[in-house]
């Protein structure tokens, strides 16, 4: 055993010496290069004081990044990870000028930009030289991981023999998107799971489910991680008891959600035991948290620093460095696409200017980074339950859409994430279980303001007699994005407008948009309207929608039938009348749509007026009523066809010949797969299955 620490500490010591020769050559390359950047005197021409004066001070800097930057990102935890990605630039060019400062040659200098820009190059070189020397060596690859993770917790896991579970939400991606990226080699790691291939041997299992109604992530996350997603209508709906707009991406509206979900189940959620929560619009009652939009508006502590999300990915400069290059080279690929795509006249097509390349940006870059660095950290904790929120196809196929060359680009991306979970797992002090899942899919389709020249607010204001404006007011997008970012940077900006309407202010309806379902609410009526309220308010408002070709149905509450359907051509249904067998307007959008409608119907804010879009079933297309050409929210087409793929070794998420059905039972599916990871054996990530095999 002595034997091998030696051999471990000269193994080590050769590393470190490795890395500081390149680190020295580095130093006198950027030297020559950067004419504000000396290592000497201009009157000293030894080439040996030279090479010595960069040596001392790549090891100098080299010294000061292992001392003293881990102690500064500890202080600077509570600061935003976006100010802290910038501060990172700020602080490395710091160490740098104080390694030049206390270099015995005394005629090191360089100017503060310029030093800046030799920490990140010296930075990244040393980070990558150490990780190619490391990964050769299984040992220290785990040593270097841990390191990065800082995870070493007081005590170790409440069962460390068995399993723990990473669930990987892959946000937006419907299962036959999946499948098609499987199909064409964009995911070989879900490929090999899956045992795609020669010489793969499946160890996954893939199983698709239905949404609710409401085919969105803060219905469908707070459904899994909480239970109920109860009263959960749309995106965004107005509530009359307290004349506000809910939108499930504003933090304060997301705690509320949380709050109203864990009273009514009971259960502080999925992740209550030693559980993480990672990017997320809901806690799932973790203990460890980072980017979860649910506790944005807390004061900042202890409590919920994302110490795990931060300190695990900023304690190494190198990786602050790769991501904001990273972050800049997405926005202009960005920039270029939207270009190419308005020179090339593509259709459909919506705005991708204004701040979008930078959301855009923060969702394919920053947020996955962030999240899975934590990712790793918990497994290397030991952590028996982790959830994260992967929202990057999400963002790009809104406005790119689902099956663009953009969103396909994200996939490969996001498998190779994946692929390093499942690497990292291997060096975790338990086995784990990779499950990875999607909250909904997204169904394609131009915008219902593109088609037909008007919003959906327009048009109820047409139907009301109101006078309707020249140019349509867009809605704002609903992208998870959004919230990621509004939770990084601990700012609840609301959207818009004010979200409080005063009760009785005047007879105007409000209009709302989440995906391709509208809601249509009065505020000065206290109760959910009848329709024979409205028809006598508004006599023409429900016949035009109802008859607008862009309108797929309406729901409505009637005094003698209680859920009413509307159709076109005057069509109307009793709501318990409809089976899908006898399925009225909702014929072509798809099995259980009646019962997804009742299930919203019963809902204590359901808006006086639902409007779901028209759906094409030839070609699974929608009619957004925001601006997305990717959307989900509501019924038809892709976007209500989400996945489960988990590991074999894990009970069947459902029977043959039987459906998984709304988010509430993909929560019970996921509990069970925890109890049956107490005292369960076996292989559990994809490679130890492989092999096992």
């Known amino acids: 055993m002595r ?15 490795a890395v500081w020769a390149v680190s020295t050559v580095t130093m006198l390359v950027l030297a020559g290069l950067l004419p504000d950047f000396q290592l000497q005197s201009a009157d000293d021409d030894s080439t040996t004081q030279l090479a010595v004066t960069a040596g001392i001070g790549a090891g100098v800097f080299g010294l000061l990044s292992a001392l003293v930057w881990p102690l500064l990102v500890r202080l600077l935890l509570l600061v935003p990870a976006l100010v802290l990605g910038l501060l990172v630039f700020f602080l490395n060019g710091s160490l740098l000028l104080l390694a030049l400062r206390l270099n015995p040659s005394g005629d090191s200098e360089a100017a503060p930009e310029t030093a800046v820009i030799v920490a ?26 841990y390191r990065l993770a800082d995870r070493r917790r007081r005590r170790g896991p409440p069962c460390p023999t068995c399993p723990g579970t990473v669930f990987i939400q892959l946000d937006g991606v419907g299962h036959d998107v999946l499948l098609d990226a499987v199909a064409t ?3 070989p790691t879900v490929a090999r799971w899956l045992g795609k291939g020669t010489t793969s041997v499946p160890t996954h299992r893939l199983t698709p489910w239905r949404t609710d109604w409401s085919s969105q992530t803060g219905a469908s996350q707070l459904g899994i991680l909480h239970g109920s997603n109860h009263d959960v209508p749309a995106f965004r709906w107005y509530e009359k008891d307290t004349g506000e707009v809910m939108v499930s991406n504003r933090p304060t509206s997301a705690a509320d959600l949380q709050r109203r979900a864990v009273e009514r189940t009971g259960d502080d959620g999925l992740l209550a035991v ?4 990672r990017g ?3 806690s799932g009652g973790a203990g460890e948290q980072a980017l979860v939009l649910s506790i944005a508006t807390r004061r900042r ?4 620093r994302s110490r795990a999300g931060y300190f695990a990915y900023f304690s190494d400069p190198a990786n602050a460095v790769r991501t904001a290059l990273s972050f800049v080279a997405e926005v202009g690929r960005e920039m270029g696409q939207s270009t190419r795509a308005r020179l090339r006249r593509q259709r459909p097509r919506v705005g991708r200017g204004g701040l979008y390349p930078f959301v855009r940006a923060f969702a394919t870059v920053v947020e996955r980074d962030v999240v899975v660095a934590a990712v790793m950290g918990d497994l290397l904790a030991g952590r028996t339950a982790v959830y994260a929120d992967l929202v990057a196809y999400d963002e790009v196929a809104h406005h790119s859409g689902p099956h663009s060359r953009d969103a396909e680009k994200v996939l490969e991306r996001l498998d190779r994430s994946l692929e390093l979970i499942e690497n990292v797992a291997e060096h975790a002090p338990r086995r784990y279980r990779i499950v990875v899942l999607s909250d909904h899919g997204q169904s394609p389709g131009e915008t219902f303001r593109a088609r037909y020249g008007l919003t959906l607010g327009d048009l109820v204001r047409a139907g009301c007699g109101l006078p309707v404006p020249r140019k349509a007011e867009r809605t704002r997008s609903g992208a998870e994005a959004r919230a990621a970012v509004r939770a990084a940077l601990r700012r609840p900006v609301e959207e818009g407008r004010a979200h409080q309407y005063p009760s009785g202010r005047d007879s105007e309806p409000i209009a709302l948009a989440s995906g391709n379902l509208g809601l249509v609410s009065f505020p000065d009526v206290p109760h959910r309207m009848t329709k024979e309220e409205i028809d006598a308010r508004h006599p023409a408002l429900l016949t035009t929608l109802a008859n607008h070709p862009g309108v797929g149905f309406l729901l409505v509450r009637s005094e003698e039938h209680g859920g009413l359907v509307l159709g076109a051509r005057g069509a109307e249904i009793p709501l318990h009348e409809l089976t899908d067998d006898h399925p009225g307007p909702l ?21 006086d007026i639902m409007v779901n879009s028209f759906h094409d079933p030839a070609d699974g297309e929608v009619l957004a009523f925001e601006e997305q050409i990717g959307s989900h929210g509501g019924l038809g087409g892709a976007q209500a066809r989400p996945f489960l793929l988990a590991p074999l070794v894990l009970s069947a998420a459902v029977v043959d010949g039987e459906h998984l059905v709304g988010a509430e039972q993909v929560h019970h599916v996921l509990r069970r797969w925890l109890e049956e990871s107490d005292g369960a054996e076996g292989p559990i990530t994809a490679r130890e299955e492989r092999r096992a095999a």
């Open 185 to 187: 080699g964009l995911m």
């Open 587 to 607: 014929d072509g959008f798809g099995p259980g749509a009646a019962d997804a409608v009742r299930r919203t119907h019963s809902f204590p804010h359901t808006a």
């Open 274 to 277: 030693d559980g993480a929560s």
């Open 120 to 145: 990140a190059v010296m930075s990244a070189v040393a980070s990558a030289t150490g990780a190619a020397l490391a990964v050769r060596d299984d040992d220290a690859y785990r040593r270097r991981l």
């Open 280 to 282: 997320n619009l809901f």
């Open 3 to 17: 034997e091998g620490r030696w051999r471990r500490a000269v193994s080590q010591i050769g590393r470190s010496v």
């Open 301 to 304: 502590s202890r409590e919920n």
